[in-house]
């Protein structure tokens, strides 16, 4: 899902569905799984977005429960800029089109 603070373009989190706090809750076949829409949902944003890279984060703190969020983000970014983006500290306009597309992509 694409998440509401929209901190950076494309900021989004993979949710799994049942409550567990951590992958190693999951049993091999679903961390296999949760792995497996990561990689989707990473290659659909660095497509989407253009960014150079991902930074993720996992950690259940506000809402503890697994998700991991995917920052796609510039090579170019110093760590000062990253820790802005992941403290929400920075802002972008969602873009309605661009939420199309990445759904389009993912689909």
Do not use: C
């Amino acid at each position: 899902m694409l998440h509401q603070d929209w901190a950076v373009r494309g900021h989004a989190m993979v949710v799994w569905k049942t409550h567990v706090e951590n992958v190693s809750d999951l049993s091999l076949e679903d961390a296999a799984h949760l792995s497996q829409v990561h990689h989707a949902a990473e290659k659909a944003l660095l497509a989407a977005t253009g960014a150079d890279r991902a930074v993720l984060l996992k950690l259940g703190i506000a809402t503890p429960h697994l998700h991991q969020h995917i920052y796609p983000v510039s090579a170019a970014l110093d760590r000062a800029a990253v820790m802005a983006i992941i403290d929400a500290r920075t802002r972008v306009t969602r873009d309605e089109a661009f939420v199309q597309h990445v759904r389009s992509l993912l689909h």
